[in-house]
């Protein structure tokens, strides 16, 4: 089965950068789908950017262009690099994989960003 898990979060300054990773097991090779989503406390989760196997990436607007996804399928790894983080960034930070229809998600990461 697969499996996805998250690391890398933690505290940051306003302005700092963090980068988050995801590693993912029990997939095949072939195409897939990768995406991170965020949910800050009392608020609903929202997507925040997507990757497919060939590269090609979206970025939600609140990200785009602070924000840059990757992924390496050799090492079956993602990660999503983070720049220019205010407070409003602050949030868990889950990492989501699917392929042939099934989804898998991670178990999340906290990001906090003080001002």
């Known amino acids: 089965q697969v499996q996805v898990v998250e690391s890398g979060g933690g505290l940051v300054q306003q302005g700092g950068s963090l980068n988050l990773s995801c590693i993912v097991s029990?997939?095949?090779?072939?195409?897939?789908?990768m995406s991170w989503h965020r949910q800050p406390p009392g608020k609903q989760r929202e997507w925040v950017a997507e990757?497919?196997?060939?590269?090609?990436?979206r970025y939600a607007e609140s990200v785009k262009g602070r924000f840059t996804i990757s992924r390496d399928d050799a090492k079956a790894t993602g990660v999503l690099k983070m720049n220019d983080l205010n407070p409003e960034d602050s949030a868990i930070y889950y990492c989501h994989f699917r392929q042939d229809g099934s989804d898998a998600w991670g178990q999340g990461t906290q990001v906090t960003v003080s001002s």
């Open positions: 029990g997939s095949r090779p072939g195409t897939s789908y």
């Open positions: 990757i497919l196997s060939y590269g090609m990436t």
